[in-house]
């Protein structure tokens, strides 16, 4: 994915001069002098040229000098470059990444499980945080749907995908169900929309009730107003994996302390991470947002990798990391793109 900026005025030895700062900064995390990068150059120049080149970067935005006589690091504009040009050299490797097998990620009947899973993965390997995303149940296709009485405000909903996993989700309501009510809406869902989801059968019987309110007139008003409160619910119940927050806590020199606070309550708040998470799913093969661009502050100093995950060109979720600005993009960018397209192919497979 590419966020396109405006065509900057930069020569060749400009964007190698660039790279090679952005490039030393994310392995040393110091300020890079005018002598060493003129040694670092592939036709070496001098301190002085190299000099000039970093004044004309900082002052196009590129770099910033921490200290007066110091070296420069690159500023979040100067690492969009960095990866919009990691992006337009084609960086995913023809290899692929040695993740565990399709069976791994199958070896639970749970969706939940299986995601759960797929966090872990991308913490482990990219030692950084990761996370996914889950897909709201209504967008999720179904081979068998089940309502249960829990309780007199609660009904549990069963989905048994077409891909052969199972959701679970929780349902408050205020109005009464019985079971038996419950079992005909399900039977009822089941003779007559397998292979759909929740969503389309909302849109179908509001638009249908007329029709079918002559053959089903309790069962539909049943199910209609319980679908009506599932997906209020819904709206506000994303629910997201995150595994690998203690490697965050092992990068103090990465990553402000404080901030780092502000980010784990955002943690412990998932509706909101989620939220925020949602709201930048897009079709993009991998996405990356670096500093300011996420528009909050408390967590400026971190980058996100995410792509999305899904079968039939429907986006289920996304997928992906936060780390610092400094995680290594050749390798994380890689990564997520072969997670979600494994994670993918194992939903789309029992299609």
Do not use: W
Not at 217 to 233: C, P, T
């Amino acid at each position: 994915m590419r966020i396109e900026l405006k065509k900057p005025t930069l020569r060749e030895k400009d964007v190698q001069i660039l790279n090679l700062i952005v490039e030393s900064y994310l392995k040393v995390g110091k300020p890079a002098s005018s002598g060493h990068i003129s040694q670092e150059m592939d036709t070496p120049v001098s301190s002085a040229t190299a000099r000039n080149i970093m004044a004309k970067l900082e002052n196009l935005g590129y770099l910033d000098q921490p200290h007066t006589s110091a070296g420069r690091i690159p500023t979040d504009k100067g690492l969009r470059f960095y990866v919009n040009n990691l992006f337009e050299k084609a960086i995913y490797p023809d290899k692929s990444i040695d993740l565990p097998t399709e069976d791994f990620y199958r070896k639970r009947g749970d969706f939940n499980s299986l995601l759960d899973n797929v966090s872990h993965i991308l913490s482990e390997y990219s030692d950084n945080l990761g996370f996914v995303l889950s897909p709201r149940v209504s967008i999720v296709n179904f081979r068998h749907l089940r309502f249960i009485k829990v309780s007199e405000e609660k009904i549990m909903v069963i989905l048994i995908t077409t891909f052969i996993l199972f959701l679970t989700e929780m349902v408050e309501t205020k109005s009464y169900f019985t079971q038996t009510e419950l079992d005909r809406a399900s039977h009822y869902i089941n003779e007559n929309f397998r292979g759909k989801n929740l969503l389309f059968v909302r849109d179908l019987l509001l638009r249908e009730i007329p029709a079918y309110k002559m053959r089903y007139e309790r069962i539909i008003r049943n199910l209609i107003s319980l679908l009506k409160i599932y997906f209020l619910q819904e709206e506000i119940n994303n629910q997201i994996f995150i595994q690998g927050t203690s490697n965050l806590l092992e990068k103090p020199d990465l990553l402000d302390m404080d901030n780092l606070k502000s980010l784990f309550q955002r943690f412990e708040e998932k509706a909101r991470l989620a939220k925020l998470l949602s709201d930048v799913i897009s079709l993009d093969r991998v996405k990356v947002l670096i500093g300011t661009e996420f528009s909050l502050p408390d967590i400026s100093d971190c980058s996100l990798v995410l792509s999305h995950y899904g079968y039939d060109r429907q986006v289920l979720g996304s997928l992906g990391i936060i780390g610092p600005k400094r995680i290594p993009y050749r390798k994380i960018i890689p990564l997520v793109d072969c997670v979600a397209k494994k994670l993918s192919e194992t939903i789309s497979f029992s299609q």
